[in-house]
T-cell receptor, first 117, second 116 residues
Framework: GAVVSQHPSRVICKSGTSVKIECRSLDFQATTMFWYRQFPKQSLMLMAT?????????EQGVEKDKFLINHASLTLSTLTVTSAHPEDSSFYICSAREPGRVNTEAFFGQGTRLTVV | AQKVTQAQTEISVVEKEDVTLDCVYETRDTTYYLFWYKQPPSGELVFLIRRNSFDEQNEISGRYSWNFQKSTSSFNFTITASQVVDSAVYFCALSEGRSGYSTLTFGKGTMLLVSP
């Protein structure tokens, strides 16, 4: 099956710094990728839809200047948490679907656990 | 708007017991897809099953089985003879069928604890 790789799996950063998370589709080209956020013991909440070559679509309440998404190629989307604060500490996970395969399972990356100190 | 409800926050069973995880969904679409994912402590999401709205056949895969009933908008998941390795959070999710890239709406998840 298709594989989505996310890096890093775990990151600790200082408050005020920025952190970049990468999501790669390894054996298919993903025109669309999704970014989710999960707080401890809670569900996954969609943050934004990343579209290759165009601006991301953000869900209501998600600050686009805070969470910068770039989808520069068909195999890579990045999420940058800018000026991170402790409340940004969370589990971030991306997913992608193979083009042309309608509503197949979404393939998920391994997730990134961000801790801001 | 679509919604997924997993009323059971946490379930504890002893190994070899059968356990059923409930999932109730809401959607206005006639075409939709239902999913179950497993999230072990490591965090990754493991795909378990996808079912479309036109296929109400129950499915069995080893110790796992799923009961899809449109009449009650439910898609329940049963683990037979549970094992310690089944301990994880299980998410039910819904995707509406209007777009090939429609997003997944997740339930809040059910944490399953299987003790020896």
């Amino acid at each position: 099956g298709a594989v989505v790789s996310q890096h890093p799996s775990r990151v600790i950063c200082k408050s005020g710094t920025s952190v970049k998370i990468e999501c790669r589709s390894l054996d298919f080209q993903a025109t669309t990728m999704f970014w989710y956020r999960q707080f401890p013991k809670q569900s996954l909440m969609l943050m934004a839809t990343s579209n290759e070559g165009s601006k991301a679509t953000y869900e209501q309440g998600v600050e686009k200047d805070k969470f910068l998404i770039n989808h520069a190629s068909l195999t890579l989307s990045t999420l940058t948490v800018t000026s991170a604060h402790p409340e940004d500490s969370s589990f971030y996970i991306c997913s992608a679907r193979e083009p042309g395969r309608v509503n197949t399972e979404a393939f998920f990356g391994q997730g990134t656990r961000l801790t801001v100190v | 708007a679509q919604k997924v409800t997993q009323a059971q926050t946490e379930i504890s069973v002893v190994e070899k017991e059968d356990v059923t995880l409930d999932c109730v969904y809401e959607t206005r679409d006639t075409t939709y897809y239902l999913f179950w994912y497993k999230q072990p402590p490591s965090g990754e999401l493991v795909f378990l099953i996808r079912r479309n709205s036109f296929d109400e056949q129950n499915e069995i895969s080893g110790r796992y089985s799923w009961n899809f009933q449109k009449s009650t908008s439910s898609f329940n998941f049963t683990i037979t003879a549970s094992q310690v390795v089944d301990s994880a959070v299980y998410f039910c999710a819904l995707s509406e069928g209007r777009s090939g890239y429609s997003t997944l709406t997740f339930g809040k998840g059910t944490m399953l604890l299987v003790s020896p």
